[in-house]
């Protein structure tokens, strides 16, 4: 079982000709709403990879909620330790202009709440197979999670995102490091202090360092039609495969980022594990 401590947003895009002046009003060409939030992102790229994947995190009261909660449920995660707080969940306010150039505002909203660990949650992770995790939640708690994890024998994987100094405890608590090649060069040194280290490297595929020894997958070529998302999917099937057979954990995941940019949307666009499958050697 997985348990993915982190953050669900409702992604609100807003497509405009041109980003509009400070006190102007502009008429946009399209709206949408899509959950997203790298937490619950994972968590739903894990449960479509195949895995038993528990969320802890938090919504808020309003519409939105409802929407956020029932995503992750349709998508057969396991939302029984996910709480609702009072005011508005989180959200991100993006605005896309006509070069594809876009502006994003982010308010944690009911993320920024996801500050204590019930007893509830604490006996998931240490039952877990897997902790994962990423930063869009306050710092102290991914901390918390991680070493508690650790300390009960649960894999923690981390996908330091969006990339900040990260403390000392939860350094010593991480297993395996999952980082974009951005990720990678910011975080310096910290990445030769993990036992696992995961670099995805877009079109590329991946790398897997384990002390001296890297091993590499490429990623199957497809024709890309939106990468966001490409790294959620990567790191979720990761999780779910390592579990399963560690020895293809990264093709697999390889597979399943190469395949979530052929489809539009950040967690919709994950595959399946049929789907994934179908791109591996018998
Ligand atoms: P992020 O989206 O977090 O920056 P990457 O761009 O490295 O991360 O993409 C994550 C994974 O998604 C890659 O390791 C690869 O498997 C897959 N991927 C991303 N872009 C492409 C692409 N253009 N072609 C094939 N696979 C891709």
Not at 226 to 232: C, E, F, L, M, S
Not at 246 to 265: E, K, Q, W, Y
Request: glycine share 10%.
């Amino acid at each position: 079982r997985i348990v993915v401590v982190g953050s669900i947003n409702m992604d609100l895009t807003t497509s405009v000709p041109r980003f509009p002046a400070p006190g102007e009003t502009l008429l946009g060409t399209a709206f949408a709403t899509t959950p997203g939030g790298k937490g619950s992102n994972q968590a739903i790229a894990a449960a479509k990879a195949g895995g038993d994947v528990t969320f802890i995190g938090a919504v808020g009261d309003d519409g939105f909620a409802t929407q956020l909660r029932s995503t992750l449920a349709d998508a057969g995660v396991d939302t029984s330790l996910l709480r609702s707080v009072n005011g508005a969940s989180g959200v991100a306010a993006i605005t896309v202009d006509a070069d594809a150039e876009n502006n994003i505002i982010v308010v944690a909203g009911a993320n920024a709440s996801v500050t204590e660990l019930t007893e509830h949650d604490l006996g998931a992770i240490a039952s877990a197979d897997i902790l994962l995790c990423q930063l869009e939640i306050p710092l102290a708690t991914v901390t918390a999670a991680a070493r508690h994890a650790r300390r009960n024998g649960t894999v923690v994987i981390l996908n330091p995102s969006p990339v900040q100094d990260l403390p000392e405890e939860l350094i010593g608590s991480v297993d395996i490091l999952i980082v974009n090649h951005t990720e990678s060069t910011q975080l310096g040194s910290v990445t030769d202090r993990v036992p696992y280290l995961v670099t995805t490297l877009g079109a590329g595929g991946a790398d897997l360092r384990e002390r001296d020894t890297t091993v590499h997958a490429d990623s199957p070529t497809v024709t890309p039609v939106d990468t966001t998302g490409a790294g959620d999917a990567f790191t979720g099937a990761f999780a779910v495969e390592w579990v399963l057979d560690s020895d293809r954990a990264l093709h697999f995941a390889a597979i399943a980022g190469a395949l979530a940019t052929t489809v539009n949307g950040a967690a919709v666009s994950s595959p399946t594990r049929s789907s994934i499958e179908r791109h591996l050697p018998k």
